[in-house]
């Protein structure tokens, strides 16, 4: 697929990876519809971007804020990616120090918005894709979802974020195949720790010593480096079902 002549749309375009996959694919020339939660945020950040950026405010979730969002994602050219990085995390264990349970309301809500955000959002541009033109090899677009390390080397606290993601991980082969037969590819990709705002949160030492726990490059992950792998998955179109681990060969441990 040629880049410059494609809509996309990614979730949590507002910040993070999804603001640095926003930005790197409309400097290549795409139109971008970004769709975030935060109204203040994606607002200022499609301002950012320019003449070919859209934005709409939103829940993943949600079937109409979707499916509202999409329609200005078709509404220049053809919807030809989508890229979910909208999600949320949890810290608890199952059972907590004082002994009591892991919030069930805290577990549905990670996994609402982690894996039933990222169906929902795969489903719905999916119909929508399926009528595209088909280019070569009969390709009509690609989704691109996001898991994590934590998918695999889930880390003491995160069962609900680990169990949302390992969701995404599964899905991944079941719906490459559901939709090789409109020509959607479905690729996934699970970050290693990575340098957003959130990350960026923490202390000083306690980033570099996460930084130093990876084997090589020495460094923390950048927003680009996914955009980058992103950019890749759009243009080799022999990428299908597979799930990439982007870590520098990180094995997370138990805490």
């Not at 759009?234 to 299908?240: E, R, V």
């Amino acid at each position: 697929m040629e880049i410059s002549k494609l809509s996309a749309f990614v979730t949590g375009g507002a910040s993070g990876l999804g603001a640095a996959t926003a930005q790197h694919l409309l400097e290549l020339g795409a139109h971008v519809t970004i769709f975030d939660r935060d109204l203040e945020r994606v607002r200022a950040k499609a301002q950012e971007l320019g003449d070919f950026a859209n934005w709409s405010v939103g829940d993943v979730s949600s079937e109409s804020d979707v499916a509202a969002a999409l329609q200005e994602a078709v509404a220049r050219r053809p919807l030809r990616v989508v890229v979910n990085c909208a999600g949320i995390g949890h810290m608890e264990r199952v059972v907590n120090r004082d002994g009591s349970p892991h919030d069930l309301a805290a577990f549905e809500r990670v996994i609402r918005t982690n894996l039933l955000g990222t169906f929902n959002v795969l489903r719905l541009a999916s119909t929508l894709m399926a009528s595209n033109e088909p280019l070569g090899d009969n390709e009509r677009g690609v989704v691109i979802n996001t898991a994590s390390v934590a998918a695999f080397d889930g880390q003491i606290g995160q069962i609900a974020y680990s169990a949302s993601k390992g969701g995404v991980v599964g899905l991944t082969l079941p719906a490459a195949r559901d939709l090789s037969s409109v020509g959607i590819r479905v690729m996934t990709i699970a970050p290693g720790v990575i340098d957003t705002p959130l990350l960026r949160q923490l202390p000083e030492e306690i980033r570099l010593a996460v930084a130093a726990s990876v084997p090589f490059p020495k460094r923390l992950g950048l927003p680009l480096d996914y955009a980058l792998l992103v950019e890749m998955i759009i243009q080799n179109g022999y990428l299908n079902g597979e799930v990439i681990r982007l870590d520098g060969a990180l094995r997370m441990a138990p805490k």
